[in-house]
């Protein structure tokens, strides 16, 4: 009965397609054993449980998983190589590829370049007539808390790469996405200065942790 379980993910990865997988079916295929007398699967969901999320999980730092059974530090190093490969995978793919007409896909690979960030970290997207991106640059980073953004710097780089529109994007490193009054004022300053020279901004995305905040789909822009 128990090697039956433990195909059961793997199974259904090959019949169904891996986007059919749950989280903790995804966790047991990584992990591949679980200890003493609970099974893989049930291991991977007692630890979802026990972080909170997959993000919590995968983010999460030596100190806490000193605290939980099971886990050791080969478990430990596989769980963040996991995490590391991801965001590898989304940055080496570059920018090329990513258009405004694939939202879901600029937004994973933003939320791939800022989710691990400790600090808050504003980048921008530069995008040509098609919409699709020209550039990512990181322009400014600041605080746990704060990050000061000037829109003629933002301006000053759309400039350089002839850009027709541009894609905001930064990150709340307390984990909620949900953004601030200040956040608001500074997009709705960017706004304007880009309108004046013709550039559109296409949208603002609050990161945090496993979730997000889209402007545009909030209508704020």
């Known amino acids: 009965m128990m090697q039956n379980l ?25 992990l591949h054993t679980g200890y003493k007398n609970m099974h893989v699967l049930m291991f991977a969901q007692s630890l979802l449980e026990e972080f909170g999320s997959l993000h919590r999980l995968l983010s999460a730092d030596y100190s806490h998983f000193r605290t939980v059974r099971g886990i050791g530090k080969a478990k430990y190093a596989q769980l963040h190589a996991i995490a590391e490969l991801a965001r590898r995978y989304y940055s080496s793919r570059g920018t090329k590829e990513l258009s405004f007409s694939n939202p879901d896909q600029v937004r994973e690979y933003i939320q791939s370049q800022l989710v691990t960030e400790e600090r808050e970290v504003f980048l921008v997207l530069f995008l040509n007539n098609q919409h699709n991106v020209i550039k990512c640059e990181r322009l400014f980073s600041g605080t746990l808390g704060h990050v000061e953004v000037h829109p003629r710097e933002i301006i000053r780089e759309a400039m350089k790469y002839n850009a027709a529109a541009v894609i905001l994007a930064h990150n709340h490193p307390s984990g909620i996405a949900e953004p601030s009054k200040a956040d608001r004022m500074i997009t709705s300053h960017i706004v304007k200065a880009c309108l004046l020279m013709d550039i559109r901004v296409l949208d603002h995305l609050v990161i945090g942790q496993g979730e997000y905040v889209s402007f545009a789909e909030r209508g704020w822009i």
């Open 6 to 30: 433990s195909l059961l993910p793997r199974e259904k990865l090959l019949r169904h397609g891996v986007s059919a997988l749950t989280d903790a079916e995804l966790l047991a295929l990584f």
